[in-house]
């Protein structure tokens, strides 16, 4: 029997490879981000960096969701409606993107861009959990031999070979521990997706998260410090652009390209994000890359690559749409 991709239309042709140069492009926007994020810290504080790029992230998703209200193209009225359980997980979610946006930034400050990239992804991890133990997913052999490889390398990326008296006094070892807290309080955030973005716009959900983002972190950056060096007008775009392209148009792209291609292998391919960051800090800003780190950082990858291509399909009662599967990042 012939393959049905033989037969498929031009049009078919061309939304797949659209679907396929959306997923590039937010592997190489989510991969590089972290190399400007490290600039840009340099000169403008934690906090004030967090919020900047929620504000910018959210206005971008409020204007593409009133661009669809305004074209007709946005879901019905009904379906709009949040009940008050879906209204505390957008809180939820909103909170938990802040505190994972300022802890990231932490990260960045206290360790290596590629220490950070792959501990965050202690968020899909979260996530592969969540789905076997509330969703009831079952866990195949594969996948739990995924998530406990993934975690392995998750360990050895924390520890860089060093004994307990030198790694609680590390800095490295402090800026790896915000990078796990990033992923897991981004865990909160996906979670919140899965649970609110069922059967209405993900806009309408995605937008008021990264509001709720921005207010988080609002008061220590309107009244703590905001510059650590002389302002940059450059420096300071680069954050604007960091929130547009990373936040924002990342986001948007990664949930365009899943509606074509599967939920599972999009989350799957998006693990090489944290390998190109970890290159990415070691060519142009020669940060160490440790046997740990090199080590650890595919470790976690690959297990957390399987860990998705092996996800079974959830029962029927607790299916979920790919843009519930993936969330944002």
């Known amino acids: 029997m012939g393959s049905v991709g033989s037969f498929s239309s031009p049009g078919e042709r061309s939304e797949r490879f659209q679907a396929i140069l959306f997923l590039f492009l937010t592997v190489l926007i989510w991969g590089t981000q972290p190399l400007a994020m490290k600039l840009v810290l340099r000169v403008f504080s934690i906090p ?18 009133a661009r669809l209200r305004s074209t007709g193209n946005s879901v019905d009225n009904e379906s709009l409606r949040l009940s008050k359980k879906e ?25 290596t ?12 991890v979260v996530l592969a959990l969540y789905g076997i133990f509330i969703l009831s997913e079952r866990c195949t052999t594969l996948r739990g031999a995924a998530i406990a490889l993934s975690l392995c390398g998750m360990f050895l990326v924390s520890w860089n070979g060093q004994d307990l008296g030198a790694l609680r006094s590390s800095q490295y070892f402090r800026g790896n521990l915000f990078g796990l807290g990033a992923g897991l309080t981004w ?18 959900v995605v937008a008021p998260m990264f509001l709720l983002s921005a207010l988080t972190t609002v008061v220590p950056a309107l009244f703590g410090q905001r510059l650590l060096a002389p302002f940059s007008l450059p420096l300071f775009l680069l954050m604007l652009l960091t929130g547009i392209l990373g936040l924002g148009l990342g986001n948007f792209l990664f949930a365009q390209s899943m509606r074509t ?21 070691a060519m142009f800003l020669h940060e160490p890359v440790t046997p740990y780190l090199l080590a650890g950082g595919p470790l976690t990858s690959f297990g957390v690559a399987a860990a998705f291509l092996s996800m079974a399909r959830p029962k029927p009662s607790s299916a979920s749409s790919p843009e519930e599967a993936a969330g944002a990042d």
């Open 87 to 111: 209204i505390l997980w957008i809180l939820a979610g909103g909170i938990g993107l802040g505190i994972s946006n300022t802890s990231w930034n932490a990260s960045l400050v206290y360790t």
């Open 48 to 65: 004030f960096t967090a919020c900047v790029r929620s504000l910018a992230a959210a206005l971008l998703f409020g204007l593409l969701a």
């Open 113 to 124: 861009i590629g220490a950070t990239s792959v501990l965050q992804l202690s968020s899909r």
């Open 261 to 281: 291609i599967p939920a599972s292998i999009a989350a799957a391919v998006l693990t090489v994000s944290p390998l190109i960051s970890l290159a990415c800090g």
């Open 187 to 204: 865990a909160i955030c996906g979670i919140a997706l899965k649970v609110t973005v069922r059967g209405r716009s993900g806009l309408s």
